[in-house]
């Protein structure tokens, strides 16, 4: 994948992400997640806050899923819209533009896999921008509110993907039991062994009645470089199917 450079567009093999109109660009860490998340089975998808699309194009590569993807901001949903269009999947990635907490009221759905990367600054001054406020601060979309959605809209054998900071992560963890919730996979992502996880992949399913899921759940390390721009073995075989170039030392 080239294009490091948050440029207008984002060139992957069989898809490009075209991203002028979104507040938020493509990042490495979006990429890693949208590789990482486990999908080849799922029938139903859920991508909540889908911006550019990314999470779906990379779901939809690996799956034969219907794809849901759900975007508050008009302009981030015409151009997710739009790279879905011209995608390879056109028929299986479906945008809808509204506020997923009303979605869900109404949604009849229960997706096998949900994905999000949502709004993670807390305490930071707000953006003046609204589509970078309403991108990058949960006080439009607080933590627990995606619990919420996520518990009414996960399948009984579900799983739910999100992308955190730590920090958020941590609490989201905290917190997933009030909604009947629990931690599946705990994954921090860091950019080189020479770097701290800044990040963190967390999986969460429904509390089974017979299972209290008490096991301790590992905390993983996903290392993207080995220094940049050279990626980690792990990185390259997440993205060998997805990147254009791979950098490899």
């Given at each position: 994948m080239s294009g490091r450079r948050r440029n207008s567009h984002f060139q992957c093999q069989q898809f490009t992400i075209?991203?002028?109109?979104?507040?938020?660009?493509?990042?490495?860490?979006?990429?890693?997640?949208?590789?990482?998340?486990p999908v080849e089975n799922a029938k139903t998808i859920l991508d909540i806050g889908t911006g550019t699309g990314i999470l779906s194009l990379f779901a939809a590569q690996r799956s034969l899923a219907t794809i849901d993807a759900i975007e508050i901001e008009p302009n981030a949903a015409q151009q997710a819209?739009?790279?879905?269009?011209?995608?390879?999947?056109?028929?299986?990635?479906?945008?809808?533009t509204n506020?997923?907490?009303?979605?869900?009221n109404q949604c009849p759905t229960r997706y096998d896999v949900i994905i999000t990367n949502?709004?993670?600054?807390?305490e930071s001054t707000q953006n003046p921008d609204t589509q970078k406020s309403?991108?990058?601060?949960?006080?439009?979309?607080?933590?627990?509110?995606?619990?919420?959605?996520?518990?009414q809209l996960l399948a009984t054998q579900g799983t739910a993907w999100i992308l955190l900071p730590l920090e958020e992560a941590n609490s989201c963890i905290?917190?997933?039991?009030?909604f009947g919730l629990t931690l599946k996979r705990h994954v921090l992502i860091r950019t080189?062994?020479?770097?701290?996880?800044?990040?963190?992949?967390?999986a969460l399913e429904h509390q089974q009645i017979d299972n209290q899921n008490n096991a301790e759940v590992p905390t993983e390390i996903f290392t993207v470089y080995t220094q940049h721009p050279y990626l980690s073995d792990e990185s390259?075989?997440?993205?060998?199917d997805y990147y254009t170039k791979i950098k490899k030392a």
């Open positions: 075209e991203q002028s109109d979104c507040a938020m660009k493509v990042t490495t860490d979006a990429s890693v997640f949208g590789a990482f998340v819209s739009l790279n879905a269009k011209n995608s390879p999947w056109p028929e299986r990635i479906n945008v809808i506020d997923v907490r009303d979605y869900a949502p709004p993670f600054f807390t309403l991108a990058r601060h949960n006080a439009h979309f607080p933590l627990q509110d995606l619990l919420g959605v996520i518990q905290s917190r997933a039991a009030n080189s062994k020479q770097h701290s996880p800044h990040v963190a992949m967390i390259a075989a997440l993205f060998r």
